[in-house]
């Protein structure tokens, strides 16, 4: 079955720990995002990734970082700088970026920092 | 500036069809598109409109005004799977691909 995981679906930190999200997709798709999702607002774009090796900041980068060594995966680190790190993380991909229009997403990480 | 609205909440009846609207300014329109989501799941692709007009797909219909900034999603034959969070987005353009979210509307339909 082709989709997306994302892993672990709970993550649990302490303040100023880094910490990595993993995103892997089978579906062949060369484009892959990761958002954050807050209580009462929309999916927000974090970084994007178009092909291997690239990637480019969304809306909301700043305490972020994202590497693309294998068309496969694309995680995410959530550094110690980022000031609110505790949201919904869902990752996501498509075909290409001009197919964004029609996403598969994961099913989403829950990372708790107290 | 980027702005997406749409009802914070709204309850239906089983069975019943209800109507989720959307209005949007944002600086290009490249599409605009539905999403279903479930509590704490990840969202699904419902929709994905263009043009302006109405296209069905089974239960669910979204219509676009490109000249109003408007569309909406009508779901008939409401079932109870059916409450969820309904998140209206639209694609930035011309060409360009970033996607815009609203907040979500939260559907709950009782028996």
């Known amino acids: 079955d082709g989709g997306i995981t994302q892993s672990p679906k709970y993550l649990f930190r302490k303040e100023g720990q880094n910490v990595t999200l993993s995103c892997e997709q089978n579906?062949?798709?060369?484009?892959m995002y990761w958002y954050r999702q807050d209580p009462g607002q929309g999916l927000r774009l974090i970084y994007y990734?178009?092909?291997?090796?690239?990637?480019q900041k969304g809306d909301i980068a700043e305490g972020y970082s994202v590497s693309r060594e294998k068309k496969e995966s694309f995680p995410l680190t959530v550094t110690s700088a980022q000031k609110n790190p505790t949201a919904f993380y869902l990752c996501?991909?498509?075909?290409?970026?001009?197919?964004?229009?029609?996403?598969?997403f994961g099913p989403g990480t829950r990372l708790t920092v107290t | 500036g980027q702005n997406i609205d749409q009802p914070t909440e709204m309850t239906a009846t089983e069975g019943a069809i209800v109507q989720i609207n959307c209005t949007y300014q944002?600086?290009?329109?490249?599409?605009l598109f539905w999403y279903q989501q479930h509590a704490g799941e990840a969202p699904t692709f419902l929709s994905y409109?263009?043009?302006?007009g109405l296209e069905e797909k089974g239960r669910f219909s979204s219509f676009l005004s490109r000249s109003k900034g408007y569309s909406y999603l009508l779901l008939k034959e409401l079932q109870m799977k059916d409450s969820a969070s309904y998140l209206c987005?639209?694609?930035?353009?011309?060409?360009?691909?970033?996607?815009?979210f609203g907040a979500g509307t939260r559907l709950f339909v009782k028996a």
């Open positions: 987005a639209v694609r930035d353009g011309p060409g360009g691909f970033k996607t815009i």
């Open positions: 409109n263009v043009l302006d």
């Open positions: 579906l062949n798709h060369d484009a």
């Open positions: 996501a991909s498509s075909i290409n970026l001009a197919a964004s229009y029609e996403q598969y």
């Open positions: 990734s178009q092909i291997v090796n690239d990637f």
């Open positions: 944002t600086s290009g329109f490249n599409g």
